[in-house]
């Protein structure tokens, strides 16, 4: 963002975030459910654009703790949302994901698609979607809602990158294994009906997803409508292609058993729309695979913020 020439202010609960990975711009720690909060900081910088990141994101927790999902992320959302058209700032982007899809196999997931997710974390991010939608038809709040397939990859340099404590995702998880920092990754379930029997995913890199934020932002300024935008790659790679990637870029033997299913995963979410592309003029160059892992790799063995 700044090297697009905005100045970002994060706000943030640091409940799973990192001071550390916040490099430009200010930080104001606070609650998305603190409405004073949201107010005084609103107040005091006046921006121009919310990009709206924050939630609890973990499918498997959210079929235990379907309140705390609903509670953090629909009423925090609220909450920012009616904080952000208190201080006349009109222009919104939001962080949805592929999970409102649900389960559709063999179907082609592009924006039109009819939304039936099938946890409370998809749930709570469809939720958010009707209120902007709502809010825009109210008070102008427009919106640009970018739904994320997985995202993985790291900054190229190894300065940022993803650490989650506990960690939950697939290729994180799977250096863990390779690097000898956990016993062996689990494969939840291998008998999906996909090809090796194990779930399917778009992955997309982490610096493509910035890219397609700066696209969103200008969108907006460019006066063009409220807009849902994919941003997956259309490509899919089950756990076990992913595994195999991981073993190729480290060279070494990834550690791994196969387990049950995991509660609330899909079978398989691919994104089939190149309405990203084509509109917003977005190029996810690099969201291959092996850069993906790669980047992964590199930030993986910097040690990141382990204290
Ligand atoms: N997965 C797995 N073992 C793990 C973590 C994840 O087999 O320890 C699988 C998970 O079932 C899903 C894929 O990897 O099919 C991606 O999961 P992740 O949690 O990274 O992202 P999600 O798709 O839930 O957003």
Same mark, same amino acid.
């Given at each position: 963002m700044r090297a697009a020439g905005y100045t970002p202010i994060t706000y943030d609960n640091l409940s799973t975030g990192w001071q550390e990975a916040v490099k430009f711009g200010p930080f104001e720690q606070g609650d998305l459910l603190d409405r004073a909060r949201l107010d005084e900081v609103f107040a005091a910088y006046q921006p121009s654009a919310v990009m =709206?990141? @924050? @939630?609890? #994101?973990? $499918?498997?927790? #959210?079929? $235990?703790?379907?309140?705390?999902?609903? =509670?953090?992320n629909v009423t925090g959302s609220l909450n920012l949302i009616e904080a952000a058209v208190a201080a006349n700032c009109q222009n919104f982007v939001f962080s949805s994901t592929c999970a409102t899809y649900g389960d559709q196999d063999n179907v082609v997931l592009d924006e039109d698609c009819a939304q039936h997710p099938i946890n409370a974390y998809g749930a709570s991010k469809r939720a958010i979607e009707d209120i902007l939608?709502?809010?825009? &038809? &109210? =008070?102008?709040l427009r919106h640009v809602i970018f739904r994320y397939f997985n995202v993985a990859g790291a900054d190229p340099e190894a300065e940022v990158g993803e650490f989650h404590q506990p960690e939950t995702h697939l290729i994180p998880l799977v250096l863990d294994a390779v690097a000898g920092k956990r016993d062996a990754l689990t494969i939840f379930g291998t008998d999906y009906d996909t090809p090796d029997g194990t779930c399917i995913r778009d992955y997309v890199h982490v610096m493509d997803l910035v890219e397609a934020h700066v696209l969103g932002l200008k969108w907006l300024s460019e006066d063009k409508q409220s807009r849902v935008f994919n941003l997956g790659t259309g490509t899919g790679f089950s756990v076990r292609e992913v595994v195999d990637q991981a073993g190729h870029v480290t060279n070494a033997p990834v550690p791994m058993i196969e387990g049950d299913r995991r509660p609330g995963d899909c079978t398989r979410l691919v994104s089939g729309s190149l309405r990203a592309s084509q509109e917003l003029g977005w190029r996810p160059d690099r969201s291959t695979m092996k850069q993906m892992v790669q980047d992964a790799w590199r930030w993986h063995q910097t040690g990141h913020y382990e204290k």
């Open positions: =709206h990141f @924050a @939630a609890l #994101s973990q $499918v498997g927790e #959210s079929m $235990v703790k379907p309140g705390l999902y609903w =509670h953090n939608r709502d809010f825009e &038809a &109210a =008070h102008g």
